[in-house]
T-cell receptor
Framework: DQQVKQNSPSLSVQEGRISILNCDYT??????FLWYKKYPAEGPTFLIS?????DKNEDGRFTVFLNKSAKHLSLHIVPSQPGDSAVYFC????????????FGAGTILRVKS | DAGVIQSPRHEVTEMGQEVTLRCKPI?????LFWYRQTMMRGLELLIY????????DSGMPEDRFSAKMPNASFSTLKIQPSEPRDSAVYFC?????????????FGSGTRLTVV
């Protein structure tokens, strides 16, 4: 029972262009959504989050969009840089503090220079 | 702030042996989580603690797995006896619980190989 799905195992983007990573969820009780980035041999690093009361949140080059009716969120990285090459995990939580996260399987992003 | 510290980084053990993984959360954080990452199942939550008390252990796969948090600065995850299918990367994470949506801080993980 995959409650959080990242259907694209990998994505390749040219440096300077936009990277769009997608995530779908099935549990309508989720009210916090987060994106993590992971480099090899390291733990995941928190990137950006969004509450279900919002539809957009920006932090520098990173923007997360939430479409609750479609149960879909996306992460936009503009402009993409080679250092952004990593695995990106979408995660969701149904508890009031945004804890007890359920993670997607991850998408490998490769930014080519 | 040294971050979440896990030890060992790598562990290779024989089937049937006891394995203990260790975690030191960030000072002041009141939630601690143990996750396991495998190719088949991705990142899955095993157990989490709040103020040293186990809150939800529904993700612990079997009775062979146990976790403790004797104080605010230390937690262990024990597998006894270990089996080859336990091979995975085990992550510990912590957070200050009222930081809504601010994300966990993960440790670097312990790569466990059971042969």
């Amino acid at each position: 029972d995959q409650q959080v799905k990242q259907n694209s195992p990998s994505l390749s983007v040219q440096e300077g262009r936009i990277s769009i990573l997608n995530c779908d969820y099935t549990n309508s009780m989720f009210d916090y959504f987060l994106w993590y980035k992971k480099y090899p041999a390291e733990g995941p690093t928190f990137l950006i989050s969004i509450s279900s009361i919002k539809d957009k949140n920006e932090d520098g080059r990173f923007t997360v969009f939430l479409n609750k009716s479609a149960k879909h969120l996306s992460l936009h990285i503009v402009p993409s840089q080679p250092g952004d090459s990593a695995v990106y995990f979408c995660a969701a939580s149904a508890d009031k503090y945004g804890n007890k996260l359920v993670f997607g399987a991850g998408t490998i992003l490769r930014v080519k220079s | 702030d040294a971050g979440v510290i896990q030890s060992p980084r790598h562990e290779v053990t024989e089937m049937g042996q006891e394995v203990t993984l260790r975690c030191k959360p960030i000072s002041g954080h009141d939630y601690l989580f143990w996750y396991r990452q495998t190719m088949m199942r991705g990142l899955e939550l095993l157990i989490y603690f709040n103020n040293n008390v186990p809150i939800d252990d529904s993700g612990m796969p079997e009775d062979r797995f146990s976790a403790k948090m004797p104080n605010a600065s230390f937690s262990t995850l024990k597998i006894q006896p270990s089996e080859p299918r336990d091979s995975a990367v085990y992550f510990c994470a912590s957070i200050l619980g009222d930081r809504v949506g601010s994300g966990y801080t993960f440790g670097s993980g312990t790569r466990l190989t059971v042969v």
